[in-house]
């Protein structure tokens, strides 16, 4: 991992606050695409949303570029929005297009480094390099690299392009989506790195028993919800879920999550499986890369790098989540 700094790569590590907490950067670049070009939300630059114009980087571990392939996928974007996807493994030169290393290589550019994308982008570029990374071709330029932000264009602007109009973040709801998204986002989706990358024992504790005081509040929610908003499927639900599916094989062990594993949780181990089992859901899931990722590459938490066989457990499973007609 490493950092650009005026343009120049540094392999660098992040640095925690003086307590030993894991801080994560703000993604910098937060342009929008919208249906006509219009300005977005923020007030930033507008792009046009066009079939075939855009391109996405991802990295098939990370949770946050996976929310994008989900969203890719639900709203039936595959033939309008291009994809390629990183190595596994991020080590000193940060994200890389090596095909032998899982990478389909940059199908743009054919870049060796993502940071060369950010500097194609601004020359003098500082920050973080990261995925996902939204790149218009027309323009050549990044539009945006905050995952939260490319869902909700994906969610919307294309939808006179692909004639799918579902909708995830719904006018009626979008205030309890922002409520339980900022709860999931600090003690779930962040608190599990917070807990893994966590220096001192302090900031470990904290993280630890937040998180899991997090997940025992969702357990008791589905209990008596379909989804966490109710009986309709929201973009909150996607937001967990791309940790919820990586706990067991990484967060557990590699990252000290350990007072239970997710099928502990009879509630939110079977709202898990009715996400996965949705049509396309299980194509953008690839546990290789996951495991290979996390295990390989934070060589400070594992310095042996050895990759474990397990956990064994059967996604496609029958979930109970239908026949428990629970409310909305």
Known sequence: MGILIKGQWVDQWYQATADGEFVRETAKLRHWIT???????TGSSGFTAESGRYHLYVSLACPWAHRTLIFRQLKQLQNHITVSVVATDMLADGWTFDKANGSTGDHLYDKTFLYQLYTHNIADYSGRVTVPVLWDKKQQCIVNNESAEIIRMFNHAFNAITGNKDDYYPERLRASIDDINETIYENINNGVYRAGFASTQAAYDQAYHKL????????????????????????ADWRLF?????????????????????????????YLRELYQLPGIASTVNFD???RHYYYSHQMINPSRIIPQGPDIDYQQPHNRGATKLPG
């Open 242 to 270: 791309t940790t919820l599916i990586r706990f067991d094989s990484v967060y557990h062990g590699h990252f000290k999550c350990n007072r239970q594993r997710l099928e502990d949780f009879p509630h939110l181990a079977n």
């Open 212 to 235: 899991f005081t997090t997940l025992d509040s969702l357990e008791s929610l589905l209990a008596r919800r379909r989804y966490l908003l109710g009986g309709q499927i929201t973009e």
């Open 35 to 41: 249906p006509d070009g219009s300005a977005g939300p």
């Open 289 to 291: 890369h996951i495991k």
